[in-house]
Every structure is written in structure tokens, then in C-alpha cells.
């Protein structure tokens, strides 16, 4: 069998005229960076960009095919061009013609508020080693994002992975319907994004959505969930519903313990299932990353592995970049650590992260930088404000952006604040709390400040914190002063 299609007959699955007999490219991008040589490059108009303008880029770093809107595509380019007439729709139609012409025997999605990219890239370590697997190598969780991994598919995959995010609802029932789901999972429920979805009800709705897969057979879900378990209750009996948990569960997660060891995480667990059990041993940070350990190992048995070599599988596993990755500093001359939690924050994983943080024991101090969370809605303030105890219990810290400042000012715990934004010296000995606007200016306040054995970076994702991760672990001036 043939690897891959041509580009004539990948669009043929949609009825449109591609006169090239080329094959259809491995790798599609909509960011002129990130194409490789041969590569497809995905003109799409946002709100601030217009990829279209980029055509000339991509094609200067290799790109094979450009795909654009109808009309706006330079004339004579040097490479193929296919011309849609809404290309975030089209290809998404494309995806799904293309799965049914490559009919993999599941297609997994993974879906929930807190750690769905963890998850999914736990099963793809379990499941990769024993099927032709195909997924996506980053957090490609839109409607896009999904559509150019699944058209990167090669014909004799047998497994897809996907995950699905969603921001607002309806994203994940136009998602589960053009990729029909096999076997669904929702990671967990916790009020992230309740400015599109309104409350921790409407985030459950949402989620949910992806149990709608007419092709459904198995649903695995975090039955510590009340909300998760009623809702799983009223699945069609067609459904086979596996619980995930600590306290209930088809497979439930026993005594855990998270320690570092030579300046790694580590995370121990046992976890039983309805036939057998494992002990797992992974590189992840903190105890509530058992979860999506314990939901690969689940996917992986209901696959067919057995609970042992599923946990084998996740011996090498460790956290992802931005996702609570432990950065060791040698060259600093100290026993020093980052722990780069960059990539986003929720009022849950926020609080576990800090938690987890909170409880090392270090020889030295413990600073965290904190971004506020955001997309929370109307009580965005209570929400930080609630999590200022287990704050407190750090040695300092440099909030990033408006809500931390908010919530500290209303709690009323540490005075009132004097301009530019400090408190009063006496609640603020020694600058314990700095309260800054950007990235940048915590790079700045880092560069005054040296005198902690562990950094904790977290925040959502706006706010970019990644690069204060980055410049800490980079920078010889920093590192070695």
C-alpha cells in the first residue's frame, strides 16, 4: 500500500479539481515558521494576521503546497496552489473524508479541563510502541489544528489520536462529529474558560459533547467527578463507561508519592483495574498527574496490553514543556531548579502546582512567578484570592498582570498597597510579593533577586510566561551569578 495520496486524490475526496499527482504532503502548517522542507503551508486569516501574506516565507523555507483562500493567492507561484473558499472549513471536511478513506480501527480523542495534552501524549507513549499510531506532536487541539494532524495521517494507520479543546460551546460537538470518536475520555472538570461557557455546569455540557460520536464504544472519564459520574450514568448502554479515579473507579489509583531524586520528579503509583494491576513509575509533577498515567494505562488495556506493559511503557515518560517540566541548574554552582509550568492555568492545576511546590523540601528559598489566570468570567478575583494561603507559604513571589494585585488588595491580608503598586513596607518585607505587568518585567525583577534554590513558573498562557522559563535556564549571566 501506498504511503500516502497524491494531492490530486486527497482532494478528490471533496470533489475538488487538484491537478497534481504529486504526493500529498506528511506535514501540514499555518505558521510560516514552522514549515519543513516539502510541507503543506495553510494560509488562514485571523484577527491580526493574514496568512496569506506569508505565502512568500513559506515557500523560502521549503514549502511543497500552499493552501489558501479562493482569490487572495498570489498568481504563478513556484509550487502547487488549492484554492477553498473557506480553508479553515474545507480542510476541516478534507479530515474527515480522509479518515474514512484510511478507516484506522480507533480513533481515540481526548478531551477535559486539566491535562488532556498530558494525557494524550501518555497514551501515544503506551500505545505507540505496539500499533501504527498516528498524532499530533503538539497541543493541535482546534477545529485546525485537528484537521492539518489527521491530513498528515499516513494510509496504514491504525490508530488516530486526537485532542480536543474548546473555549466556548459547540467547539467539541463540531469536533466529535466530522472525526467520530471510538473511544472518548474527559480528563477532568474544573472552571476554565466560564467566560464561553458560563459555569462548571456549562463546562460539563461542553465536554460531554464528545461522548455524542455515533461510532462511541468506550467512554473512560475521572469518576472522582460527581458531576462526571451522573453524567456518564446516561450514556446509551452501547457505551462501555470505564471510571478512572482515587476514591471510585473501574481502575483506581492507589497510595501515590511524589518526591524529586537527583533533581528529576518523580511519581509512584499503584493502579488496579478490573482484571490486574501495576505499579507505574513516571517523571511527572506532583501527585495529580497520576491521573493521566492511570488513563493511558486504561486506554492501553482496553487495547488489548496488559496493565504491566502499559506501566512499562511510561517508564521513560516525563512532564512537557510548559506542562510542569523540571529544568535542573548546574551551571549555577547550587543544587537550583525551574519548574517551567508555563503553559496554562485553571484555578485546579493552579492550586496543584503550588501544593506540589510548596511541599518540597529545599535548603534554600522557594520563589514562584504567577501569571493571572484568566477566561475565568465574573468571579475571577475570588478565584485567585482563594488560592493566597497556600501563597503565603512561599519564601516570595512576582505576579504577572492585573488580578493577582486585585485579589491581594481585596483580600485585605497584607495591607493596603502604596504606588506604583507595592505594599506598605511593613507587609512587604524585603519585597516578599512584586506585582509586575509583563514577562519582561519579571525577567527584570529576577535579575536583582538570586537567592532561591527552586523557581516555580506558572500562568496562563497569554501572558507568555514560557520565555521567563526560557531566559532563566539560558541566560550564563543569570545562571552563573
Known amino acids: 500500500m501506498e504511503d500516502r495520496l497524491s494531492i490530486r486524490e486527497m482532494f478528490a475526496l471533496c470533489d475538488i479539481d487538484a491537478s497534481c499527482d504529486a504526493p500529498f504532503p506528511s506535514h501540514l502548517a499555518s505558521d510560516s515558521r514552522d514549515v519543513t522542507p516539502g510541507g503543506a503551508f495553510v494560509a488562514l486569516e485571523g484577527e491580526r494576521v493574514d496568512g496569506h501574506s506569508y505565502i512568500g516565507r513559506a515557500i523560502e523555507n521549503g514549502a511543497g503546497l500552499i493552501i489558501g483562500r479562493r482569490g487572495k493567492c498570489p498568481p504563478s507561484l513556484p509550487v502547487p496552489c488549492v484554492e477553498l473558499s473557506d480553508p479553515e472549513r474545507g480542510l476541516g471536511e478534507l479530515a474527515a473524508r480522509y479518515v474514512e478513506r484510511v478507516a484506522p480501527r480507533e480513533v481515540i480523542a481526548v478531551t477535559g479541563s486539566v491535562g488532556k495534552t498530558t494525557t494524550r501524549e501518555a497514551i501515544r507513549r503506551v500505545l505507540g510502541g505496539r500499533f501504527r499510531l ?70 460539563l455540557r461542553a465536554k460531554m459533547q464528545i461522548a455524542e460520536s455515533d461510532r462511541l464504544r468506550y467512554f ?17 448502554g ?81 512532564s512537557l514543556p510548559g506542562r510542569g517540566r523540571v529544568l535542573s541548574l548546574p551551571a549555577s554552582g547550587r543544587n537550583r531548579f525551574v519548574v517551567d509550568d508555563a503553559y496554562n492555568a485553571n484555578p485546579a492545576s493552579m492550586r496543584s502546582s503550588l501544593e506540589t511546590f510548596a511541599a518540597l523540601r529545599t535548603a ?38 492585573s488580578l493577582w494585585k486585585r485579589a491581594f488588595l481585596e483580600s485585605g491580608v497584607f495591607g493596603e498597597f502604596k504606588e506604583p503598586g507595592e ?34 513558573i506558572k500562568g496562563s498562557n497569554s501572558l507568555g510566561l514560557e520565555n521567563v522559563a526560557g531566559w532563566v535556564s539560558h541566560a550564563p549571566e543569570y545562571v552563573d551569578g
Open 134 to 203: 498516528h498524532s499530533a506532536v503538539r497541543s493541535f487541539n482546534t477545529l485546525i489544528g485537528c484537521s492539518l494532524t489527521i491530513l498528515g495521517m499516513p494510509l496504514n494507520a491504525k490508530i488516530l489520536l486526537l485532542e480536543f479543546g474548546a473555549s466556548s460551546m459547540g467547539e467539541i460537538r463540531a469536533l466529535t462529529r466530522l472525526f467520530r470518536p471510538t473511544i472518548a475520555l474527559i480528563t477532568g472538570i474544573a472552571p476554565v474558560h466560564l467566560a464561553g461557557f458560563g459555569s462548571l455546569e456549562g463546562v
Open 220 to 236: 473512560l472519564y475521572d469518576s472522582d467527578s460527581p458531576l462526571l459520574q451522573k453524567a456518564a450514568l446516561r450514556l446509551p
Open 238 to 318: 452501547l457505551v462501555r463507561t470505564f471510571g478512572v479515579g482515587r476514591k471510585n473507579g473501574d481502575y483506581r489509583i492507589g497510595e501515590t508519592l511524589f518526591q524529586m531524586e537527583n533533581g528529576a520528579p518523580v511519581l509512584s503509583f499503584d493502579l488496579k483495574g478490573p482484571i490486574g494491576r501495576c505499579a507505574c513509575k513516571v517523571g511527572l509533577w506532583g501527585e495529580k498527574l497520576a491521573m493521566p498515567a492511570a488513563m493511558a494505562i486504561a486506554v492501553g488495556n482496553l487495547a488489548g496490553l496488559s496493565m504491566e506493559d502499559c506501566g512499562l511503557a511510561l517508564r521513560s515518560f516525563t
Open 364 to 401: 534554600g528559598k522557594k520563589f514562584a512567578v504567577l501569571g493571572d489566570m484568566r477566561e475565568l468570567g465574573g468571579e475571577e478575583v475570588c478565584y485567585h484570592k482563594e488560592l493566597i494561603p497556600v501563597i503565603n507559604t512561599l519564601d516570595a513571589a512576582i505576579f504577572v498582570g
Open 423 to 456: 505594599f506598605k513596607e511593613k507587609e512587604n518585607k524585603h519585597g516578599r510579593w512584586r506585582f509586575v505587568e509583563k514577562w519582561r518585567d519579571a525577567v527584570e525583577a529576577l535579575r536583582v533577586n538570586t537567592d532561591w534554590e527552586g523557581l516555580l
